[in-house]
């Protein structure tokens, strides 16, 4: 069983930035494949971005050149660094974890961009 903690959503201007983080319970170096979703009022949640456990990286097209994703196997940490932010980002962002079908969520936080 794998529990996700994320932390680092706010409220922040148009323009600026933020990194969320996601912590696992227990390790994420076996875990294929760890994810940053969103979901706006509304609206289905979407895929933000992806990192597979060989290191390999998607992106959504509209954060594409502007959030990046990592992860720190020895920290069993996930991040998204967000810059440029734009108000079409608000949402709450979920931490999602796939071994192979097998998956976990995260209670998500949330990210506003406001002036």
């Known amino acids: 069983q794998v529990q996700l903690v994320e932390s680092g959503g706010g409220l922040v201007q148009p323009g600026g930035s933020l990194r969320l983080s996601c912590t696992a319970s227990?390790?994420?170096?076996?875990?294929?494949?760890m994810a940053w979703y969103r979901q706006a009022p509304g609206k289905q949640r979407d895929l933000v971005a992806r990192i597979i456990s060989g290191g390999s990286t998607d992106y959504t097209d509209s954060v594409k050149g502007r959030f990046t994703i990592s992860r720190d196997n020895a920290k069993n940490t996930v991040y998204l660094q967000m810059n440029s932010l734009k108000p079409e980002d608000t949402a709450v962002y979920y931490c999602?974890?796939?071994?192979?079908?097998?998956?976990?969520w995260g209670q998500g936080t949330q990210v506003t961009v406001s002036s």
């Open positions: 227990g390790s994420i170096f076996s875990i294929n494949v």
């Open positions: 999602r974890a796939d071994n192979y079908g097998r998956i976990w």
